[in-house]
């Protein structure tokens, strides 16, 4: 619980710095550092599950039917040079009244590949 609120805590001094969706993503990185977060890290730390949990199907993220997370699985895919297989989407604090979204990309090891933060306006 002490790291949600920790977590929340930094995002939401982030916000205060800077409203740059890349500032707010970098924030994420050094939170969930990629290669040595897992999955039930993540959980464990935001408290919860994720709003949205999408496995890659078998033919690939463009047999996907949510093309918005499989543009964004593609895109990491292609940033990193990993192929991404689980996306997951959780909705976050932002600042005092606002809201996020905080996308965190797997490996098959269900290690962080990489994050995301997302106005939940977009």
């Known amino acids: 619980m002490r790291l949600?609120?920790?977590a929340f805590a930094?995002?939401?001094l982030a916000a205060c710095r800077s409203t740059s969706v890349e500032?707010?993503?970098q924030g994420l990185r050094e939170l969930y550092p990629a290669d040595t977060t897992t999955r039930a890290d993540v959980r464990t730390?935001?408290?919860g599950g994720p709003i949205l949990s999408v496995t890659r199907p078998e033919a690939g993220w463009e047999s996907c039917s949510?093309?918005?997370v499989a543009n964004r699985a593609d895109d990491v895919a292609m940033?990193?040079?990993r192929q991404v297989e689980l996306v997951?989407?959780?909705i976050l604090p932002d600042g005092l009244f606002g809201l996020c979204y905080c996308w965190f990309f797997y490996d098959?090891?269900?290690r962080v590949v990489d994050v995301a933060w997302q106005y939940c306006s977009d």
Do not use: F, N
């Open 79 to 81: 940033e990193t040079g």
């Open 88 to 90: 997951e989407r959780y």
């Open 66 to 68: 949510d093309v918005d």
């Open 23 to 25: 500032h707010r993503t």
């Open 108 to 110: 098959e090891d269900d």
């Open 10 to 12: 930094m995002l939401a």
């Open 45 to 47: 730390s935001l408290g």
């Open 4 to 6: 949600r609120w920790a």
